[in-house]
């Protein structure tokens, strides 16, 4: 056996046994404390939401139990007062082992990391009707602290006739990360993801091409449990460049607004759910400018998400598709791209089994197409590509273990029939498809 599966076995040995060990008390993070239920109230496992937990997000993440806040009343002249008793804070901490199939030209394999990265949640009731998912992460390879994905919301409802509407207001930084389901990008899967192994380089802008680099505010609003819409509007806002924003250095400058929205119908029952859906984006951006010509891009495509409760266990199946249109006239007149006019097709397809709420597996598949762009996607080691093209298929294997609810033990298997265009020598330096292939192994702690 060589040296680097050693290392593997030896680490995930040391991690079954310590989960082995770990006692068997509830899950108890922000959201835990505040509502009094288990992480499985509103989790199939994290971080994929059931019903119960999609309503806990729509309504801003505001549910308690009783006798948890402070309150006054108010009047004309008095403001009133309805708080936590304590801060909603929580926390995670993630250990990872990434392993390629073959090694990238001058590093070594078997890529450790401890930790790979550590969070901060302020995540819970701010008062009545405010709510917030606001993450912030210390990403051990980049060693600094910033913003993660954020959604602060407003929330209330009233009776139209007699059905229900619940509505609310928005602030985030990462477009579909408002979303209750589980197939768009920002909580879709894969749940987990190496930060070190190769990934294909062509995605549509949607597919987090443009989170935490951004700052949105939306509304949305759900119609009697069954329609379900948002609409949001975003604008460029770099983090740790100075305001305002001269553009340079950054791929996408937004100019104007780049206006995001959601449609969904959803059809819940005591053993099933269905949520059928479409969700889009355009945004015209100035690459390293705010003046000048602009690079346009319109995403949009459907999406599809089914649970049935087999007993105690969970069947899921999700897919989605996005197309991506673009007139990159800007790049075309710096002689970045070799033509103007692109398209990108992104479709996943995913199916898991929940067995009972302490494992998970799951089987899925990924496909991406489009326009051939010999100077768009060039030549390079590992990173590029030799004919230009941005074709990328694989499959995706995982395998998730919950000895406690606030305890995961994963493992996640990428394998790439095609990466940046072809299955050999797609870079032009000799390096396969499957080069690339990623044994992903990660413990994750949630306190």
Known sequence: MRRHYYYLFVLVLCLFLAAGSTPSAMALPSYARQTGLPCSGCH????????????????????RVKNDSITTSGDNRRAPLDMLKSLPLGAWFEASVTNLNSAEPGTQNGTAEFPQDFSLFLSGAWTSHVGSFFQVTYDAQADNLSMDNTDIRYANSKMIGQKELDWGITLNNNPTVEDLWNDTPAWGFPFILSDSAPTPTANPFLNGGLGQDVAGVGGYAMYNQHLYAVGSIYRS??????????????????????PYWRVAWQETNRLNDLEVGAYGMHMASMPN??????????????????????GRDVLSVRGSYLRENSDLVASF????????????????ANVEYHLGNRFAGALG???????????????????????????????ITYLSYWP???????????????????????????????????????TRFVF
Do not use: C
Not at 237 to 254: F, Y
Not at 290 to 309: E, H, K
Not at 408 to 413: D, F, R, S, V
């Open 237 to 258: 806002d770099h983090l740790g460049s100075p305001q305002p924003n001269a553009g340079t250095g950054a791929a996408i400058n937004i100019s104007g607004v780049a």
């Open 365 to 395: 598949w990924f496909s991406t197409t489009g326009t051939t762009d010999a100077v768009l996607y060039a030549p390079a080691s590992v990173t590029g590509s030799a004919n230009g093209s941005p074709k990328s298929r694989g499959l």
């Open 44 to 63: 199939y496992t994290p971080p994929e939401l059931n019903p119960a937990g999609r309503l806990f997000k729509l309504m801003g993440y505001i549910d």
């Open 404 to 442: 406690a609810q606030n305890l995961e033990l994963a493992a996640q298997y990428t394998a790439y029939t095609s990466f940046n265009g072809g299955s050999t020598n797609y870079d032009g330096s000799g390096r396969d498809a499957s080069g690339n292939n990623t044994l992903y192994l990660l």
């Open 333 to 348: 007149a710096t002689h970045d791209v070799a033509q103007a006019t692109h398209h990108l097709n992104e479709a996943n």
């Open 289 to 310: 400018t705010v003046t000048g010509p602009t690079d346009d891009y319109t995403d949009f495509g459907p999406d599809l998400q089914y649970n049935r409760t087999i």
